[in-house]
């Protein structure tokens, strides 16, 4: 027991030095405060609005049987949003395709003209009043020769004349009707059937089109966010159904004062902060670099501002219209604009902060935090104004969030190299804390307190 207490007493004064002094630097990775020719930003409140907007509409009127479909959904263009009572459409269909079979068959049979037992049966007609023709015609001269010798009567002779012109009118009818079916059915007439068929195939198609109404659907990708009606109502032609937002890219818009409008060009960066990520994850991109997508050529007369919009693709569906974002838009000439690596901004809650790598006289570089204004971002770099940050000091942009006021660091470019290597305005480690490999893991790895 003695032994072992005395084994305790040695260890603990041994390990008293160490523990005095505290924990090590921690490893960090550093990047220079640069500065670029940019225009100053303005820093503007906006709105989340949807690309597109539409209330869905019944092009056919009807009694509502289903409502597939339920507010927050999303859809994809031609999914059902709700059903009328198609019974009504497609009996209507189907009568008008009974009517367009008779109109098509009755043009094929002016088209084909006469059966060939109808010709043969025209072709008798004639033949006979050619045979009644040359009877009366023979009678005719056998009376007149009769009256020259008085062996006939004044009447004899008028009924055959009459008789006569009686056989002729038939033959000359009988020769019409043959002619008629063999040369078929004229052109006007075939003309107007095929109108007919073609009117009836233009209402056989309406009728096939209001079936297909009866089932209203989604007119683009989106969310339904209103239902103006429901299941049993009667709607009217051009009833609202439901209100429909399309936010796969989104658009804030902005009211950008006139005296800088002139510099807030289509085409020019901005940058969008959403309020309602900010202190959620980096994943989240609370802060988005964008460009400006258009003005709108229409001044608010009490406030003489222009809107301003800047589209933003949202494929994630997490910017929601309505929201609220800030908007940093060009606001005057380019000039000289103090930027960091957007690693390099701390979030708490509203505020934002760098870390500035001081050197030490003696010991370890020292992290200190400075808060900042953030502006315009430019490809993973983003504007700061701050008094304490100017160009060429060095900032954590790695293992920062392991952080809290000044902290003792041991700096590391971002491209790599050994611990300590850090630029010319911070002062070396007295005494590196840790191997090499250790102090990138860490660096690489960060964890939050």
């Known amino acids: 027991m003695t032994r072992l207490l005395l084994s305790v007493v040695l260890g603990i ?27 100053p930003s303005l820093r503007l409140v906006g709105t989340v609005r949807p690309q597109r907007a539409a209330t869905v509409a019944a092009e056919v009127s009807g009694v509502i049987v289903a409502f597939e479909s339920d507010e927050g959904r999303f859809l994809r263009k031609g999914e059902v949003i709700c059903r009328l009572d198609a019974e009504p459409f497609q009996l209507r269909l189907d009568q008008a395709r009974g009517e367009l079979a008779s109109l098509k068959a009755q043009l094929a049979e ?23 023709c040359q009877k009366w015609s023979f009678e005719k001269e056998r009376i007149l020769r ?6 006939s009567t004044e009447k004899e002779q008028h009924d055959t004349e009459m008789e006569f012109l009686a056989a002729e009118r038939r033959l000359t009818q009988a020769k019409a009707e043959y002619e008629k079916a063999t040369n078929g059915a004229r052109p006007e007439v075939l003309a107007r059937w095929r109108q007919q068929v073609v009117a009836k195939e233009a209402a056989v198609k309406l009728l096939e089109r209001e079936v297909r ?13 209103a239902k103006r009606t429901e299941v049993g109502e009667w709607i009217i032609e051009g009833g609202a159904v439901a209100d429909m937002v399309d936010v ?18 289509p085409g020019e960066r901005a940058s969008v902060e959403i309020e309602a990520l900010l202190g959620q994850p980096a994943s989240a991109r609370p802060s988005r670099p964008a460009t400006i997508a258009r003005v709108v050529p229409r001044a608010s007369a009490s406030a003489r501002t222009f809107p301003v919009e800047i589209d933003l693709p949202n494929a994630d569906h997490v910017l929601l219209p ?23 901004i701390v979030s708490q809650g509203p505020m934002k902060q760098v870390f500035v790598v001081q050197p030490a006289e003696a010991g370890p570089a020292m992290a200190v935090p400075v808060p900042v204004i953030t502006g315009m971002e430019l490809e993973g770099e983003i504007e700061v104004r701050a008094d304490g940050v100017k160009p060429g000091m060095m900032v954590v942009t790695r293992a920062n969030e392991r952080l809290y006021g000044p902290t003792p660091v041991l700096p590391m470019p971002a491209s790599g190299g050994p611990p300590g290597a850090a630029p010319s305005n911070t002062a070396p480690p007295s005494a590196p804390p840790a191997s090499q490999p250790e102090a990138e893991s860490t660096a690489a790895n960060p964890r939050s307190d």
């Open 213 to 225: 109404k009866a089932s209203i659907a989604a007119p683009f990708d989106g969310f339904l966010v």
């Open 110 to 132: 002016q088209e084909h003209g006469e059966r060939e037992e109808d010709l043969r049966r025209l072709a008798a007609q004639v033949a006979v009043s050619d045979a009644m």
């Open 146 to 151: 009769l009256r020259e010798t008085g062996q």
């Open 248 to 265: 796969e890219t989104v658009r804030v818009r902005v009211d950008v004062p006139e005296s800088v409008i002139a510099f807030a060009r």
């Open 13 to 39: 004064s041994v390990a008293w030095p160490s523990l005095a002094q505290g924990p090590g630097p921690t490893p960090v990775v550093v990047a220079p405060v640069v500065e670029r020719d940019l225009p």
């Open 322 to 344: 309505g929201m609220f974002v800030w908007a940093h838009v060009p606001g005057g000439p380019v000039g000289m604009r103090t930027l960091v690596s957007k690693d390099a």
